[in-house]
């Protein structure tokens, strides 16, 4: 069965772009486990991309009065003109509201807010010119408002969306439309009725492929971007992202948020006695030690060569100082004579040590591992006193 499955799971990713990963695959499904950057960016997009069409829009439709003007009496057009207006207002005012910032749920209002504003003015329009006998090209033209559903299902393909999120959208039209053949039940040819319901089921189900493999393909590009290719960590620069963001997070909540710097003992040792490929190795291990025995939440950056910044949203300090000596305990794993590889390493707090600005966080961290290194190395300073520089990992461990 597994194998079956792993089949399955290879000829699908392989389809996808960017060389998906099977832990990434739910993430096409569903948002909620997106990495906090991966949303980011995600939200960024979709902002952006709206704004680029709230803008198109703002401008054809006004423009097309020309048409109407031309086509339609001028009492129906000038109902349809005002009405125009005000739909490139509302498009107008759109892209002044909305500015990227990151944050899904505006940019789930920014969607609605683009869908909203086309389907509103079809069914406002739709009464107006339904109160008109019209005949010929403008009955003709008119007919072709019909297929505004199709616009907006093919519309969704625009953006880099999960199968869950182009479903909720899709299903308020598709009911909608479904509803609109219910009230004209008398009247409504069945098979054609039911050959367009069929072909926007169709569109929704390319449109959703359409966004996803956007979205595999976004994923790919910022992993790129975000991880440090040689032990997969966060880079140096995601890391400062994670760190400025929870920082303005956790200073609104009042929650505490805690750094460890971590910087390798003697490293460079390990590459003059067994070559620089054997110190990858240890690198790649090490950090595969640390992440497995994080905590959920915490998130580990390579910050340079042999030094790591470990972010711990939500934990005080001697909370933070607990988890690096139970790391300790498992060990950073070994040099390639055996012998274990020692950290030292600096602890700071944002509220114990009332920092205003992340960098300052950072910074006093980076300081406590000087002191650490300087105390002998092998050891956590997590305050600023010098009679509170913690004992070397032997004596730690065997309390
Ligand atoms: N193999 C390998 N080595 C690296 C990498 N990045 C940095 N280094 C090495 O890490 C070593 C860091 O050395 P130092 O800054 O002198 O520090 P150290 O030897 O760890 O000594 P202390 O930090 O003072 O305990 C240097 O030899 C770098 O070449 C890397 O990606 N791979």
Request: charged content about 20%.
């Amino acid at each position: 069965m597994n194998r079956i499955v792993d089949l399955v799971w290879h000829r699908l990713a392989g389809l996808m772009p960017g060389e998906l990963r099977q832990a990434e695959f739910g993430w096409l499904g569903a948002p909620y486990q997106h990495p906090l950057l991966l949303a980011r960016r995600r939200a960024t997009l979709i902002v952006n991309r709206v704004r680029l069409f709230a803008y198109l829009f703002a401008v054809l439709t006004p423009l097309w009065s020309i048409v109407d003007f031309l086509i339609f009496p001028v009492v129906l057009w000038l109902d349809l003109a005002l009405m125009r207006f005000a739909a490139c207002v509302a498009f107008a005012s759109l892209l002044m509201e909305y500015k990227p910032n990151g944050n899904t749920l505006h940019a789930y209002r920014a969607i609605a807010f683009l869908f909203a504003i086309p389907t509103v003015f079809d069914i406002a329009s739709h009464f107006l010119i339904a109160s008109h006998q019209l005949a010929d090209t403008p009955a003709a033209i008119v007919g072709g408002y019909a297929f505004l559903p199709f616009v907006l299902l093919a519309g969704l393909s625009i953006f880099p969306l999960t199968l869950l999120e182009n479903l909720i959208i899709a299903c308020p039209i598709l009911i909608l439309q479904f509803v609109s053949g219910y009230v004209r039940w008398p009247t409504l040819d069945w098979a054609s009725f039911a050959g367009a319901f069929w072909l926007l089921l169709i569109i929704t189900g390319m449109s959703a492929l359409a966004g996803m493999s956007q979205l595999a393909f976004m994923l790919a590009l910022v992993r790129q971007a975000l991880r440090d290719p040689l032990t997969g960590t966060f880079s140096r620069n995601s890391g400062e992202e994670v760190i400025e963001l929870q920082f303005s997070v956790t200073r609104r909540s009042g929650k505490p948020l805690a750094i460890a710097f971590i910087d390798l003992d003697h490293f460079k040792s390990v590459n003059d006695r067994f070559g620089h490929e054997a110190g990858d190795h240890v690198l790649i291990a090490t950090t595969e030690t640390i992440s497995r025995n994080l905590r959920r939440g915490d998130v580990l950056a390579r910050w340079g060569g042999e030094e790591f910044v470990l972010i711990m949203p939500n934990t005080d300090i001697k909370e933070a100082e607990s988890a690096l000596v139970r790391l300790r305990h498992i060990g950073f794993g070994m040099r390639p004579d055996n012998t274990p590889v020692t950290a030292s390493i600096g602890i700071a707090e944002r509220i114990d040590m009332h920092a205003q600005d992340w960098k300052t966080l950072v910074d006093k961290a980076d300081q406590r591992m000087y002191r650490a290194k300087q105390g002998g190395r092998d050891r956590i300073v997590c305050t600023d006193g010098p009679e509170t520089a913690s004992q070397p990992a032997s004596s730690v461990a065997s309390h």
